[in-house]
Every structure is written in structure tokens, then in C-alpha cells.
């Protein structure tokens, strides 16, 4: 079988470059949300800890199409006040900010539960010779807690990774020319919708393979110094 | 918040829901049945029975559902040979087309929960069975199965909830779901942030609900007595 694009093989290549930006947008909010959720998971105020696990139970409870959805319909009042204000009425929200926001809350919910465990499996001792040498609470978290996190909560995040890079096919409903978009353009003027979904399909598990890859030698190399045991 | 609106459109949501009950309900259910086979075919020793079903579950886990999704409902109708078919009228419907899909999708996902499960049967117990004289399907069929099955009762409820979630992209093949209902109710009303608050409550309820379910039934099970805990 010859596999005929009709010549939009450029604008699958474009729209595959337009799911690794919005991932990895969405991948730096979430793991920002992410650290600040367990940070306030495992703080010892009652209100950060109830803050936190309201973050990730309602986020993990709702559908991610939801989010994107309402995300991107439901600020459009808001985002026109806030412009209104600062003196740009045509203010909105682009579909990829959309898009990379919602995806990123999503991303968010489910890491804060991977830092929490990694964080809570660090050994007590570490933070107590922290203090004991003086360092201040934010210094011991900077130098003695989050480099030594990212060993224990790599293979987690690498799941999530995956499952936010098929998430991202989500986005298409609102509008942003990714491979999805890309490929239902096509299908309306080549009449081929197997065809190109299928094509779709593989880009996606191309880039599945590419980031096991990746995570292959990150965890690698978060794990040197370190034997694994034999069980 | 205009919570009038929310009581208006309530009982359209409940419509919604129920049909995302039905769908999810229908695929993690015949999701499980076919995925007994594959995780069983998957935990073998023989690379070539082990072969077929990893290259299904990769597959179905490397690619988003809406691509699934879109391959079965739009994909299909490329071929003549499937809409002259005997099964057109069923991949004609989107419904049909979202349960297949589903299905499909979540049988790959709870295989790879089976095959953890069955490898993670202590081997001692297996071998014990196998002294008493049973055969390999006998083994299989009352000490491997009932075992795997307790210990992957909790990722299972946890498929189940991500389908639930899942089953929000049947909306973009026509169908009134919950998130379907709740577009369709917005390009009438204009207001998506009570309507999707609406819809997102009745996800919050029904994960909810389920969690409890599997709870109740992990106790039903004695998951915790069974592992010596």
C-alpha cells in the first residue's frame, strides 16, 4: 500500500510540533501546580493541607474535556473584564493558553499525589540534619529534599507525562491546529478519514516511544549512585 | 453563579448522566471479559502467545482515545466493503461506534492490570495447587484467577473511574452524554460556567459513588484478609 497525504504532510509535521509545545507547556504548569499542591499537602497547616487535597480529589473527579471546555468557554467574561480594565477590550484567551492551562491543572492534581509520596519517602533524618546544620525550612526543601525527590518520583511523573501527551489530542475541540485539528482539515478535503486518522495514531505513539526513551535515561541518570536491588 | 439556571436544566443533565452510566457501565464490563483472555494470553511464558496481545495493548495505550474514537466512527465508513457489511447499521451509530471504542480502549488497559495481578500471585500457591493434582486450566480457572482478581480489584476500580472520565469524549461523536448534554445546553443558554459547574458536580457524585462501591465490595471480597494484611 502507498500512502498518499495528498500533501499535507507539512501540516501534520506542523500540528505534531504544536502537541510538543502545548505538552510541554502544560508539563511546566503541572509541575509547578504539582509541587505547590504536595508542598501544601504535607505542610503542617490545616488549611494548606485541606487546600491541597480539595485541589487534586475535585480536579481528579472531573473529566479532562470538561476542563478544557470550561476553561476555555467559561473565562471569556472574565478574560473581557480583566481587558476592559487594563485597557485592551479584545482581551481572550488564545485556544493553546486555554488549552495549556487546563491540561496543566489536570497534570497538576494527579502530581501532587507523586510528589506527596515522594516527599513523605525521604527519611525523616535528612530534614532533621538540615536543621541541625542550621539551614532555614525553604533552603532545606530547596538543597536537601527536591533533588533527592526527583529519583522517587520520576517513574510517576512518566506516566502522567504519557497520559498528558494523549490528553493533548483533547485541545482540538476548541480549535488548536494540532495533530488532531490537522488531521480531521485533511480528512474533509481527501475523503480518506482512515487513512489519516490512522496516520494520527502512529504520530502519537511515535512520540509515546520518544518520551519512554527519554525517560529511559533520566531515570537513568536521577538513579546513579544508586543499586538497584535485586528483588 | 445563577443556580436558577442549574435547577432549570437539571433533569437534562440526570439524561446525560445516565447515558454516560450506560456507556461506562457496558464497556468496563465487556471491557473485562475481553480482557481476561488477552491478560492471561499476555502473562504467558511463550514469546509468540505473548506477542499478539502487547502489540494490542500498545497500541490502544499509546494513542488517545479521541483518535480511537475517530478511527472507528469516522475511519470505518472509508471502506465499501464495511458499509456494504452486515454490521453497518451498528458502526453507522455513534453509540455503538462510542461503546466499541470504549470497549476496545479499556480492555487493553485492564489486560496490563490482569497480568500484573496474575504474575503477582505467589508462585508457592500455584505449585501447591499443582501438587494437589489439578490441571493447568483447573489452577488457572480456582486458585490463579480468584487470586488475580482480588489483588487487582483496586486498579480496576481505578479503570473504571478513568473511563468514567473518558466516556466525556463520546460528546464529540454527537452524543448527549453528560459533557454533551451540558454543550448542547450551553449553545441554548449561553452560560458555560454554571452549566459545566453543573456537569462537573454530577462527575464529582458519580466517582463519588463509585469509590464507595468498590470499597463495599473490596470488603465483600475480603481483599485485605486475602493478602494477610
Redesign the interface.
Given at each position: 500500500m502507498n500512502l498518499d497525504l495528498h500533501g499535507f504532510g507539512p501540516a501534520l509535521a506542523a500540528g505534531t510540533l504544536m502537541t510538543i509545545k502545548l505538552a510541554l507547556c502544560a508539563l511546566s504548569l503541572g509541575l509547578l501546580l504539582g509541587l505547590l499542591g504536595a508542598l501544601a499537602k504535607t505542610s503542617p497547616y490545616k488549611p494548606l493541607q485541606w487546600l491541597g487535597g480539595t485541589y487534586s480529589t475535585?480536579v481528579r473527579?472531573?473529566?479532562?474535556?470538561?476542563w478544557v471546555?470550561?476553561i476555555y468557554?467559561?473565562t471569556?467574561?472574565l478574560m473581557r473584564d480583566i481587558g476592559e480594565a487594563i485597557g485592551h477590550p479584545g482581551l481572550e484567551l488564545s485556544a493553546f493558553a486555554a488549552g495549556a492551562i487546563a491540561l496543566g491543572i489536570c497534570f497538576g492534581a494527579y502530581a501532587t499525589e507523586v510528589f506527596r509520596g515522594a516527599i513523605l519517602a525521604i527519611p525523616k533524618g535528612h530534614r532533621e540534619a538540615g536543621q541541625a546544620l542550621g539551614l532555614s525550612t525553604p533552603r532545606i526543601f530547596w538543597r536537601l529534599i527536591l533533588p533527592q525527590m526527583w529519583r522517587i518520583a520520576l517513574p510517576g511523573l512518566g506516566n502522567l507525562f504519557m497520559i498528558l501527551m494523549?490528553?493533548?489530542?483533547?485541545v482540538?475541540?476548541i480549535g488548536l491546529e494540532e495533530i488532531?485539528r490537522r488531521?480531521?482539515i485533511a480528512?474533509t478535503s481527501s475523503?480518506?478519514?482512515?487513512?489519516f486518522?490512522?496516520v494520527?495514531?502512529f504520530i502519537?505513539?511515535g512520540l509515546?516511544?520518544l518520551a519512554m526513551i527519554g525517560l529511559h535515561f533520566l531515570e537513568k541518570r536521577a538513579g546513579r549512585g544508586f543499586i538497584r536491588s535485586a528483588a | 453563579m445563577n443556580w436558577e439556571v442549574i435547577i432549570k436544566w437539571l433533569p437534562r443533565l440526570a439524561e446525560g448522566a445516565m447515558l454516560t452510566l450506560e456507556l461506562v457501565g457496558i464497556a468496563v464490563i465487556a471491557g473485562l471479559i475481553l480482557a481476561i483472555p488477552l491478560g492471561i494470553a499476555r502473562s504467558s511464558k511463550h514469546w509468540y502467545v505473548r506477542a499478539v496481545p502487547y502489540g494490542y495493548i500498545?497500541?490502544f495505550r499509546?494513542?488517545?482515545?479521541?483518535?480511537?474514537l475517530?478511527?472507528v466512527y469516522?475511519?470505518?465508513?472509508?471502506?465499501d466493503a464495511v458499509r456494504q457489511g452486515p454490521l453497518w447499521p451498528y458502526l453507522r451509530d455513534a453509540y455503538w461506534c462510542a461503546i466499541l471504542t470504549m470497549t476496545l480502549h479499556t480492555a487493553a488497559y485492564i489486560a496490563e492490570i490482569l497480568r500484573g495481578a496474575i504474575q503477582a500471585v505467589p508462585p508457592g500457591e500455584v505449585e501447591a495447587a499443582r501438587a494437589l493434582g489439578m490441571s493447568r486450566w483447573q489452577t488457572m480457572l480456582y486458585i490463579i484467577l480468584p487470586r488475580a482478581a482480588r489483588i487487582g480489584l483496586p486498579a480496576y476500580s481505578n479503570e473504571v473511574?478513568l473511563m468514567?472520565?473518558?466516556?466525556?469524549?463520546a460528546?464529540?461523536v454527537t452524543l448527549l452524554e453528560l459533557?454533551g448534554m451540558?454543550?448542547t445546553i450551553?449553545a441554548r443558554t449561553y452560560l458555560?460556567?454554571e452549566i459545566?459547574?453543573a456537569?462537573?458536580l454530577f462527575?464529582?457524585g458519580i466517582?463519588?459513588v463509585l469509590v464507595r462501591g468498590f470499597k463495599l465490595l473490596e470488603r465483600w471480597l475480603r481483599v485485605d484478609a486475602c493478602q494477610g494484611r
Open positions: 475535585i473527579g472531573v473529566p479532562e474535556l470538561l471546555l470550561l468557554f467559561g471569556v467574561n494523549k490528553d493533548t489530542a483533547l482540538s475541540v488532531m488531521s480531521q480528512v475523503k480518506e478519514p482512515f487513512i486518522f490512522m494520527a495514531a502519537y505513539l509515546t516511544i | 500498545f497500541f499509546g494513542t488517545p482515545l479521541l483518535v480511537q475517530f478511527l469516522y475511519g470505518l465508513a472509508q471502506f473511574i468514567l472520565k473518558a466516556s466525556a469524549l460528546s464529540t459533557t451540558a454543550r450551553i458555560p460556567v459545566f459547574f456537569a462537573g462527575y464529582l466517582a463519588y
